[in-house]
């Protein structure tokens, strides 16, 4: 596949905001949650919130919604806005696509005008489904703030919907449609999604311990992931990564349970390393999808198992920023990056005793590590698999 530069990124999760936030984060093992401030829940969980203090440009008020205020808190890190302006300039507003991942969208704001409801049971007129609880409202707001013109698309595939807009991106720039592609994922906490989770009975009253014998569920959290992605330049500064393989796969085994020998996520993972060109000896650390369910965890310790001869360094950062679900994918390549660039292999806050089928290989704490090739696994309710190969030269 052709291989993508990551050109600019940026993250902001309850793990901080921006690189710099996230990276001090990682190497601590320092995690983002805490114990649920998002509103009065009838049980104990924690959220990996956002503190979102920023306010939409006057004329962009009618994108006004908790996803798109945490998306331009996202956009305003680390100079991102002012690298894709550059890059609009260089290549053209038409040329740069926006492919971006959800999966609650605004349903908070929805939530909130119900509570509005009139007399006759009518929404109140100040509620705009199209510009904010609309998936499409987020890649709406995303090109108008910037003034990108290009084609764009939002995936909602549930967990992986951040991970397969880079596969968006790359298949639309292989066909010449485009020549640079924002791609991204945003998604902010609403009692849907809490509530929801907690009616499968897959909450944790406790941070998540992803991979630990003694987890039981999930922490929510929220993110802003955003990457600008180039083909790759003829020389390459030393920190430079790219994107070398995308991998995806369904196996439509149930609604919300994975194939309990994890078929779908080995499918996902041979199909990035084949795509990359590479084999499953040249990955030097899986960042896992890892959600800390028992279910979850046993079904992708299966398929690393059957794929890696060898023991693979993994963990999952999940314990870190909770489960930001349709920004995890992208939220998770921007931390791959990072572990890339900066030679090391993220830890598991909360997790301490591994289990035991990836005991040998799981890492508690960050370690120091020279990485050339990384795996990014993100997997969704009804099979929707998708995993990233991300490289650094040597």
Same mark, same amino acid.
């Not at 993250?11 to 901080?16: D, F, W």
């Not at 093992?29 to 649920?36: D, E």
């Not at 806005?81 to 969208?105: K, M, N």
């Given at each position: 596949?052709?291989?993508?530069?990551?050109?600019?990124?940026?993250?902001?999760?309850?793990?901080?905001?921006?690189?710099?936030?996230?990276?001090?984060?990682?190497?601590?093992?320092?995690?983002?949650?805490?114990?649920?401030?998002?509103?009065?829940?009838?049980?104990?969980?924690?959220?990996?919130?956002?503190?979102?203090?920023?306010?939409?440009?006057?004329?962009?008020?009618?994108? &006004?919604?908790? &996803?798109?205020?945490?998306? $331009?808190?996202?956009?305003?890190?680390?100079?991102?806005?002012?690298?894709?302006?550059?890059?609009?300039?260089?290549?053209?507003?038409?040329?740069?696509?926006?492919?971006?991942? !959800?999966?609650?969208?605004?349903?908070?704001?929805?939530?909130?005008?119900?509570?509005?409801?009139?007399?006759?049971?009518?929404?109140?007129?100040? /509620?705009?489904?199209?510009?904010?609880? &609309?998936?499409?409202?987020?890649?709406?707001?995303?090109?108008?703030?910037?003034?990108?013109?290009? =084609?764009?698309?939002?995936?909602?595939?549930?967990?992986?919907?951040?991970?397969? %807009?880079?596969? @968006?991106?790359?298949?639309?720039?292989?066909?010449?449609?485009?020549?640079?592609?924002?791609?991204?994922? %945003?998604?902010?906490?609403?009692?849907?999604?809490?509530?929801? /989770?907690?009616?499968?009975?897959?909450?944790?009253?406790?941070?998540?311990?992803?991979?630990?014998?003694?987890?039981?569920?999930?922490?929510?959290?929220?993110?802003?992931?955003? @990457? $600008?992605?180039?083909?790759?330049?003829?020389?390459?500064?030393?920190?430079?990564?790219?994107?070398?393989? @995308?991998?995806?796969?369904?196996?439509?085994?149930?609604?919300?349970?994975?194939? =309990?020998?994890?078929?779908?996520?080995?499918?996902?993972?041979?199909?990035?390393?084949?795509?990359?060109?590479?084999?499953?000896?040249? %990955? &030097?650390?899986?960042?896992?999808?890892?959600?800390?369910?028992?279910?979850?965890?046993?079904?992708?310790?299966?398929?690393?198992?059957? $794929? /890696?001869?060898?023991? %693979?360094?993994?963990?999952?950062?999940?314990?870190?920023?909770?489960?930001?679900?349709?920004?995890?994918?992208?939220?998770?390549?921007?931390?791959?990056?990072?572990?890339?660039?900066?030679?090391?292999? =993220?830890?598991?806050?909360?997790?301490?005793?591994?289990?035991?089928?990836?005991?040998?290989?799981?890492?508690?704490? =960050?370690?120091?590590?020279?990485?050339?090739? @990384?795996?990014?696994?993100?997997?969704?309710?009804?099979?929707?698999?998708? !995993?990233?190969?991300?490289?650094?030269?040597?």
């Amino acid at each position: 596949m052709m291989p993508l530069h990551f050109t600019a990124c940026t993250a902001a999760s309850g793990l901080g905001l921006g690189i710099e936030a996230t990276l001090q984060g990682l190497r601590a093992n320092r995690s983002g949650l805490q114990p649920n401030r998002f509103g009065a829940l009838p049980f104990a969980c924690h959220t990996g919130i956002v503190d979102e203090a920023v306010q939409l440009p006057a004329a962009l008020q009618h994108f &006004n919604c908790r &996803n798109n205020r945490l998306a $331009l808190l996202g956009l305003q890190q680390d100079g991102f806005i002012a690298a894709v302006r550059e890059c609009a300039a260089r290549r053209g507003a038409s040329r740069v696509g926006v492919f971006l991942g !959800t999966s609650t969208a605004g349903i908070h704001e929805t939530e909130l005008a119900y509570r509005r409801l009139d007399a006759d049971a009518a929404l109140p007129a100040d /509620f705009s489904y199209a510009d904010t609880h &609309n998936p499409w409202a987020l890649a709406a707001f995303v090109r108008e703030l910037l003034q990108l013109t290009g =084609p764009a698309s939002v995936v909602c595939t549930a967990c992986s919907s951040s991970a397969k %807009v880079f596969g @968006v991106a790359q298949r639309m720039m292989a066909a010449g449609l485009i020549d640079a592609a924002l791609v991204g994922g %945003v998604d902010s906490l609403c009692l849907t999604t809490l509530y929801g /989770f907690h009616s499968l009975q897959l909450v944790s009253a406790q941070p998540c311990r992803p991979f630990d014998v003694a987890r039981d569920g999930i922490s929510i959290g929220e993110a802003a992931a955003f @990457v $600008l992605l180039e083909r790759l330049p003829d020389s390459l500064d030393a920190d430079a990564v790219w994107l070398a393989g @995308v991998g995806e796969s369904s196996d439509a085994y149930h609604m919300s349970s994975p194939h =309990p020998q994890g078929q779908g996520a080995l499918t996902a993972m041979q199909a990035a390393l084949a795509a990359a060109g590479l084999e499953p000896a040249d %990955v &030097n650390y899986l960042n896992l999808h890892g959600t800390g369910t028992r279910a979850n965890d046993k079904t992708e310790a299966t398929a690393v198992n059957t $794929l /890696f001869v060898q023991p %693979v360094p993994c963990s999952s950062t999940k314990g870190a920023t909770g489960h930001t679900l349709g920004a995890a994918g992208a939220l998770e390549a921007v931390i791959c990056a990072l572990a890339l660039r900066h030679g090391f292999t =993220p830890g598991s806050p909360h997790t301490r005793e591994p289990e035991p089928a990836l005991a040998a290989q799981y890492q508690c704490l =960050p370690r120091a590590a020279a990485l050339s090739c @990384v795996l990014s696994n993100s997997f969704g309710f009804g099979g929707a698999n998708c !995993t990233l190969a991300l490289r650094r030269a040597n």
